[in-house]
């Protein structure tokens, strides 16, 4: 069965800091991995999708890596700013073609 | 080209009723899959389906079914309704082409919200 975790579960930096978030996930038999930005009480933004035979995408100050075989990928969010604030779910799309989701890590921006 | 809507977009209903929730797929997607996700946590599959019938189905019990119809949009229904039901209930088209979906969108959701 798959699992999929995220680290850290919150985290609040600056504003302008560089930052990374983490995601693993224990099956590496897996079609693609996407990013997603969920802000509060509201549905799920796609931010970044990795084939699986990827290894990195980027779109704008956001860069996402893919390691299949160890089960790891990253987001880094360059340059944080205030409306970067939310949080970020990592989610694995299975060969069933449905998607399952870590927990999510929560990040706050400060001004 | 208009996203994936979802209706209503909040609902308090009391334990033990049923509940309909329903889901408009973007235009040119044929797959409907619906997602729970209770507070605080990321969303759980509960099932997907595709040419009106389910294909594919999460850890839900039988009292979660849906539809889906020939426009391809789909409803989720929930009976004996329980205080865990309780969540965001999230929708999501895509386009199956054979065995792959492609183009994944998600609705603002339904907060449903069970006393």
């Known amino acids: 069965k798959q699992e999929v975790t995220q680290i850290p579960a919150a985290l609040s930096v600056p504003e302008g800091e560089n930052l990374v978030l983490n995601c693993s996930f224990t099956?590496?038999?897996?079609?693609?991995l996407q990013w997603f930005r969920q802000d509060p009480g509201k549905g799920l933004t796609s931010l970044l999708l990795?084939?699986?035979?990827?290894r990195e995408q980027t779109s704008g100050r956001l860069n996402a890596s893919l390691d299949k075989s160890s089960g790891r990928s990253t987001l880094y969010i360059a340059a944080s700013q205030p409306g970067d604030s939310a949080t970020y779910l990592c989610a694995v799309l299975n060969y069933g073609q449905n998607f399952v989701f870590g927990p999510g890590t929560r990040l706050s921006v400060l001004p | 080209e208009t996203g994936v809507t979802q209706s209503p977009t909040h609902l308090i209903k009391t334990r033990g009723q049923q509940v309909t929730l329903r889901c408009s797929s973007q235009?040119?997607?044929?797959?409907v899959s619906w997602y729970q996700q209770a507070l605080g946590q990321g969303p759980q599959f509960i099932f997907q389906y595709y040419r009106e019938e389910e294909n594919g189905r999460g850890n839900f019990p039988p009292r979660f079914s849906g539809l889906q119809f020939p426009n391809y949009s789909s409803e989720l229904n929930v009976n004996a309704l329980e205080l865990d039901d309780s969540a965001l209930y999230l929708c999501?088209?895509?386009?199956?082409?054979?065995?792959?979906?492609?183009?994944?969108?998600f609705g603002s959701g339904t907060r449903l919200t069970v006393v």
């Open positions: 235009s040119g997607h044929n797959t």
């Open positions: 999501a088209s895509s386009l199956r082409d054979s065995l792959v979906n492609y183009g994944y969108t």
């Open positions: 099956d590496s038999a897996i079609y693609n």
């Open positions: 990795i084939q699986s035979s990827q």
